[in-house]
T-cell receptor, first 115, second 111 residues
Framework: DGGITQSPKYLFRKEGQNVTLSCEQN?????MYWYRQDPGQGLRLIYY???????QKGDIAEGYSVSREKKESFPLTVTSAQKNPTAFYLC??????????????FGPGTRLTVT | QKEVEQNSGPLSVPEGAIASLNCTYS??????FFWYRQYSGKSPELIMF????GDKEDGRFTAQLNKASQYVSLLIRDSQPSDSATYLC???????????FGAGTTVTVRA
């Protein structure tokens, strides 16, 4: 089955710890994205990657880092510099990296709670 | 001004009725428009996309786009309790093609 997987589903961390969220896709999509969703708000773009070994900051990149060493993988690290890390994190992919206007498909999400 | 605006709802409709959801956007050059359905606690699921003015139908869903008025709507015909969810409108930015999302409209279909 083709799709996007994210792990873990739930993650609990203490303040001051870095944490890495996994995102893997077997859709052969070029572009991958990370969003965060907070209650009552729309999705906000953290980082995106249009091609392997390249990625761009989104609207709220501060306190986050990513890598894209393989086409199918786009892990997100939430660092201790992120002031409000508790949120629902969503990974997405789309077929064409050159133009981002194609439809995006989402993974199941990781709910991160930092106390 | 928000880039993509939706009525937050909740929108309550009886089973079998038509649910009408509206979305307005500020970027006049936007070219691609998407509707996602998100059940509580789950990730968004793409249900419709539309690129041209007019109507696009897929089963019980119809997306309507009017670029001149900068709005896109979603109609859900013969609403079912399983349609109860939050519906997100997303629009591509004309300068960088990234998606901007509305905050979503929550729909409740009452039996």
């Amino acid at each position: 089955d083709g799709g996007i997987t994210q792990s873990p589903k739930y993650l609990f961390r203490k303040e001051g710890q870095n944490v890495t969220l996994s995102c893997e896709q077997n859709l052969n999509h070029d572009a991958m994205y990370w969003y965060r969703q907070d209650p009552g708000q729309g999705l906000r773009l953290i980082y995106y990657s249009q091609i392997v070994n390249d990625f761009q900051k989104g609207d709220i990149a501060e306190g986050y880092s990513v890598s894209r060493e393989k086409k199918e993988s786009f892990p997100l690290t939430v660092t201790s510099a992120q002031k409000n890390p508790t949120a629902f994190y969503l990974c997405a992919s789309s077929i064409d990296g050159e133009r981002l206007s194609y439809e995006q498909y989402f993974g199941p999400g990781t709910r991160l709670t930092v106390t | 001004q928000k880039e993509v605006e939706q009525n937050s709802g909740p929108l309550s409709v009886p089973e079998g009725a038509i649910a009408s959801l509206n979305c307005t956007y500020s970027d006049r050059g936007s070219q691609s428009f998407f509707w996602y359905r998100q059940y509580s606690g789950k990730s968004p699921e793409l249900i419709m996309f539309i690129y041209s003015n007019g109507d696009k139908e897929d089963g019980r869903f119809t997306a309507q786009l009017n670029k001149a008025s900068q709005y896109v709507s979603l109609l859900i015909r013969d609403s079912q309790p399983s349609d109860s969810a939050t519906y997100l409108c997303a629009v591509t930015n004309s300068n960088d093609y990234k998606l901007s999302f509305g905050a979503g409209t929550t729909v409740t279909v009452r039996a």
